[in-house]
């Protein structure tokens, strides 16, 4: 029987689609992955449910499944992965704040984490070259993935002071490139 309950979204991206069925192959695990879309790749062992996080239903999904940690994973880089950039916005930062309230009203919530971006360091040429975690960018990203990176770890850190019983982290992760990995670079 499994001891933890996952809810993994961004199932059917390279990333989310590779964590959930690693997770899923340990039997300490059950795992429930949602996205819009269907998973193009195999998942062995996890469920999977046609949710958008953008929708209120989401909190039910994650009340019904008795979910304790919840890995968000659905965060869109590119405009055309999304069709325009307000839909990219739509998903990254409305998507967020859904999955974030119904995460706060959950009880059975223990753990989360969300994916970011080092984006948030911004790019400006007066920035230092290496950043700290104390240390902020000197021009804050004012547009697109970065703005959006900015705007959820907000929230986030808001869902942090409201549930201080979940223990929340923060991934900032760099583009991915390697075999077999579909990314914005490869």
């Not at 961004?10 to 959930?20: K, N, Q, V």
């Not at 490139?177 to 579909?182: F, P, W």
Request: glycine share 8%; charged share 20%.
């Amino acid at each position: 029987m499994a001891e933890r309950v996952v809810l993994v979204t961004g199932i059917s991206r390279d990333l989310g689609s590779r964590f959930a069925r690693t997770l899923a192959a340990n039997d300490q695990y059950e795992v429930v992955g949602v996205d819009v879309t269907p998973p193009r790749h195999e998942l062995g062992n996890v469920t999977f449910l046609r949710t958008d996080i953008r929708n209120p239903v989401i909190s039910k999904v994650i009340t019904s499944h008795g979910i304790d940690t919840v890995v968000h994973l659905a965060m869109v880089a590119t405009p055309a992965g999304a069709g325009s950039r307000s839909s990219m916005k739509e998903i990254n930062v409305i998507g967020t704040m859904q999955l974030l309230a119904a995460c706060q009203k959950a009880e059975t919530l223990r753990k989360l984490v969300v994916q970011s971006s080092v984006s948030v360091y911004g790019a400006s040429p007066r920035d230092p070259a290496k950043f700290t975690e104390d240390m902020t960018p000197r021009v804050q990203p004012r547009t697109g993935f970065g703005k959006d990176s900015v705007e959820i770890e907000t929230y986030v850190r808001g869902l942090a002071r409201r549930r201080p019983d979940v223990i929340v982290t923060t991934l900032r992760l760099a583009n991915l490139m390697g075999a077999g990995v579909d990314s914005q670079i490869t």
